[in-house]
C-alpha cells in the first residue's frame, strides 16, 4: 500500500509543537474522551482526577452504559455526556437532571462530540465503530492520544493522511507504541534498522493446538498481565492483537513491514525495542498498567505522576523472549499477510475479527475458529476482486460492511467446533 508519512512530534525535522492555548497559558488543558466508560477512559479519568487542577473535562462519550457514563460525567464536571445508543438516551437525561452536564445521544451526536475543540482528546472507543468520530477528532486537530488501534488497521492510509493534513499532535497510547514513540525520539527515518514489538503471549502461551481448539471465553478472557476490554482481551489470546498493533506500527513509524518484529515477552516489562543501524538497541520498560503510557499522552510534551507499581529488577529477576508460535498463532501471519496486501485486506481482516471475537465471546464458534474466519474472508472471491486500495472514507465503510456481512454468512460453516 501507498504509506502515507504523516510526522509523530517526536520525530526529527517533525511538526514544530505549537503549545494548546489554555496549556500554554497555565490553564486546564480542555480534555475530551471518546470511550470514556471502557477501561482505557477509566484509567485516563482516574489521571485526570488525581489533577483537576490540570485539566478541564468538556465531553464523555460511550455506548450504551448510561448509568456509568452520568456518574463519570458528574465527577468529573463534564460540560456534555453523550451515549451512541439513542435507547439509552433518557437513562442518561434522568441521571444528569439538575446538573450543569447536558445530554446527548445517537451516532451524530458522538461525532459532533469529538468535532468540539479541545485541546486533547483520547480516542478510546472499541473497533472500527471508533473511526468516523475519532477522524473527526483529527479534523478539528489539537493533540489526539490514539488508543483505537482498528482506526489504523482498517482506514491506516486515509487516517495518517487526514493527521497530516489537520497538522494533529498524534500520541500512541498502545503501550509497545507509546514505547516505540519515546524510543524512536528524533531518530531519523534511515538510522532505524527494526521496531521489535513484545507480545506476552496471553493466556494460552504454552496451550498445545488441540487444548487452544476447546479454550472457553472464560479462560481466554483471564489476562495474566494485563487488565483491559474483552475485544481486546480476546484479541491477546488469538494474538491478533499483535498483529493488528504491526499494522497500527507500519502506519505511525517510518519503517517497512520487513522492519517490524514481534518477540513473546511473558513478563510485559519491556514494551517495545527499537534497533539502530549502529547496533545500538533502545526499550522502554514499565510495569503493565495502561495508566503509564496514557499518562505519557496526557502530559505531554512533560511527564506527570502515574500511581502505578514500580518496576524492581532484583525482585524480577529474569526477563524472558522466545520467538511467536505462528502455527499455534496463526493470526499473526494472517495479519502480516493482510499488511502486505494493502489496505482493503487489512480492512477486512480487522472487520472479520470484530464479528468473529463478537460470536465467540457469545459461544456460537470456537476459539481456533476465529483465525478461521478471518482467513475465510480474506479468501472470499468477492473480497480478492476488489481494489487494494481504498481512497475514501465510503470505500472503508462499504469494505468493513462487506467484511462484515462475509464474515457473519461464515459463522455458519463453524457449528461443529462451536457451540458447546
Ligand atoms: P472497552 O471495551 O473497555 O471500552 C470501549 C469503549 O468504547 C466503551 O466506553 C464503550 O462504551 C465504547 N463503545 C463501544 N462500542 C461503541 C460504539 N459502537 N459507539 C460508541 N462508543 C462505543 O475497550 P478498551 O479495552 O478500553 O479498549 C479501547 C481501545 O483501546 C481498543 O481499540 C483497544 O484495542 C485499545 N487498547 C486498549 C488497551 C487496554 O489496556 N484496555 C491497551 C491498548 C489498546
Ligand atoms: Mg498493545
Redesign the pocket.
Known sequence: MVKQEHQLSNQAGGMKREPTPSGSAGLPRTVTI????????R?TLDLIGREPERYRVVAL?????AGQLAELALQHRAELAVV?DPAAYAELKAALAGSATKAAAG?AA?REAAGVRVDWTMA????A??LV?TLEAVRRGGRLAL????CLVAAGDLFMRACAQSRVELLP???EHSAAFQALAGAAPEAIESITLTASGGPFRSWSLAELGQATPEQALRHPN???????TI?SATMM?KG?ELIEAYHLFPVTPDQLRVVVHPQSIVHCLVAYRDGSVLAQLSEPD?RTPIALSLAWPGRMAAPTRRLDLVALGSLTFEAPDEVRFRSLAVARAALEAGSTACALLNAANEIAVGAFLQQRIGFLDIVGVVEAVLGDGECTRLPQSQASIEDVLATDALGRRLADARLRHCGASGKR
Do not use: F, Q
Open positions: 471518546l470511550g470514556a466508560t471502557g477501561s482505557i477512559g484509567s462519550t460511550a455506548n450504551g452504559n451512541a451516532e458522538v478510546a472507543i472499541v473497533g465503530a471508533g468520530p488508543a483505537n488501534k482498528e497510547v498502545d503501550s494485563w487488565s483491559m476490554g474483552a475485544k481486546i484479541d492483537n493488528l495502561m
